[in-house]
């Protein structure tokens, strides 16, 4: 009696996956879908074979951590614009999501993109849905393991493509393919290879709707950002109760019956396997392939369409839309101002950073002249694309003298320059023991490659 207690309470808290098999369909949103998922996976791939000034277009080279972004190079210290573009990410999809529901996970999550690649291959070498269940289901034989290793080693194929493609974002495309085919691939390069190929072959030829509903953390807390004016997928359930089947052309109102002629296409056509007529799910990815699946069926019908359609909460129970609220107000506002703060620092980023570090083994010293002297190492970081002369000059002390071997300072593009300074003062200057300076660096061949950085000169000071 307890085991069969248990048994109960263990098949109402875990119900064992079924495979899904969905069927292909065809529609106007389906289509937009469809140049979505295009668009994406050929900005994906076709991206490091983007050259820009003679090196790739794009490309994070973490051992000389230094990121181009087309013309523009970006560095450790440039940290803060990699913050501002996750923080503007993260307001964008709260932004979208509030205005027009789950439309990132029905046409741009990685994750759904590439389940419908797979799912497209699928197709191509097992058939249609029908057909596909009907091999899962047969015994095996040599046309069914023939069937299943060409369609495995097509996914193994495009999953290696694709964590190739990953690499050649670390790695210029150029050099990581000639280490492939010379088999001289590092283990990290082989390691982020073979990982995110086999994360990809298994999250979108295995688990598919799985990571969207046990995964993926955006499901769970989406209702936060719902209001009753966010764009769901909705079935009209006042205009297709009670559903039934009936002839076509016959006056189902007659019979009692509602415009649903309960064929289950909706349902077919999911890629996670939900029906749409329950409600408003978490499963649902908004993917709209009810939709289309519906107004075919409407249309067969000769019935009006739109009995699953983008709609919203208050929009089914008849009091309108209001795109302008404030919650979608607030969002734009904050990412308009935040895009302008973004756009403004990176147009007005000098691509120069001076690093001053003074000293500390000896506080000051006294030359033959009897000046007081301290001792500063620089570090000069020229971030631009090219190579720059320089001109290093102190300011903060009446009479102050900048000693150096060079006049003029030559950094190479994306190179750090070390020197020592030293810089001298008259005693009588010195109002006080520590008394701010200020190392000026500027290009002779731009003006706007001008940077200031602050330091301390220390001294005995006025007693």
Same mark, same amino acid.
């Given at each position: 009696m307890r085991v069969q207690q248990a048994d109960s309470e263990n098949s109402a808290l875990y119900a064992s996956h079924q495979k899904i098999y969905p069927r292909e369909? $065809?529609? &106007? +949103? !389906?289509r937009l879908r469809v140049l979505a998922i295009l668009t994406l996976l050929g900005i994906y791939y076709l991206t490091p074979l983007l050259q820009w000034g003679g090196r790739q277009a794009i490309l994070f080279d973490l051992p000389a951590r230094k990121f181009y972004l087309f013309g523009l190079t970006l560095?450790?210290?440039? +940290?803060i614009y990699l913050a501002a573009l996750l923080i503007l990410a993260g307001l964008s999809l709260f932004f979208f999501t509030a205005l027009l529901g789950r439309i990132w996970c029905g046409y741009a999550c990685p994750q759904t993109v590439w389940t419908e690649a797979y799912l497209w291959m699928e197709r191509k070498i097992e058939g249609k849905r029908s057909a596909r269940m009907k091999l899962d289901k047969a015994? %095996? $034989?040599?046309?069914?393991? &023939? !069937?299943?290793? *060409?369609?495995? !080693?097509?996914?193994?194929?495009?999953s290696l493509w694709t964590g190739f493609t990953f690499v050649c974002y670390f790695t210029p495309i150029d050099e990581l393919a000639g280490k492939l085919f010379t088999a001289s691939l590092g283990p990290w390069e082989t390691f982020w290879i073979l990982f995110y190929s086999f994360a990809t072959y298994g999250n979108a030829g295995f688990m598919r709707e799985q990571v969207c509903k046990y995964m993926c953390p955006y499901a769970r807390f989406q209702s936060a950002m719902f209001d009753s004016d966010t764009l769901i997928v909705a079935y009209h359930p006042e205009r297709g109760e009670p559903r039934g089947s009936r002839r076509r052309g016959t006056d189902f109102a007659a019979q009692g019956l509602g415009a649903c002629i309960d064929c289950n296409v909706c349902v077919q056509v999911c890629p996670t396997g939900i029906d749409i007529r329950d409600g408003l799910q978490y499963e649902c990815i908004a993917c709209s392939a009810c939709i289309?699946?519906?107004d075919e069926i409407m249309d067969k019908m000769s019935y009006p369409r739109g009995l699953i359609n983008y709609t919203t909460e208050n929009a089914a129970q008849g009091k309108g839309r209001h795109i302008l609220r404030p919650r979608v107000m607030v969002y734009a506002t904050i990412l308009l101002v935040l895009c302008g703060i973004l756009i403004t620092n990176m147009v007005q980023r000098i691509p120069l950073d001076l690093d001053v570090i003074r000293d500390r083994n000896t506080l000051y010293r006294e030359t033959r002249d009897g000046l007081i002297e301290n001792v500063? !190492? *620089?570090? *000069? *970081? %020229?971030?631009d694309s090219k190579p720059h002369r320089y001109i290093l000059r102190a300011e903060g002390i009446d009479g102050l003298k900048l000693v150096t071997d060079q006049e003029k300072i030559f950094v190479e593009a994306g190179t750090v320059y070390q020197m020592v300074v030293r810089l001298q003062a008259d005693e009588f200057n010195l109002e006080q023991r520590s008394v701010p300076v200020s190392f000026h660096l500027q290009a002779t061949d731009a003006n706007h490659l001008m940077i200031i950085e602050e330091a301390r000169f220390v001294g005995p000071g006025k007693t």
């Open positions: 369909v $065809s529609g &106007r +949103f !389906t560095w450790p210290q440039d +940290f015994p %095996n $034989s040599a046309a069914k393991i &023939r !069937t299943k290793v *060409l369609k495995h !080693t097509v996914w193994i194929v495009f289309d699946a519906c500063y !190492t *620089l570090k *000069l *970081l %020229n971030m």
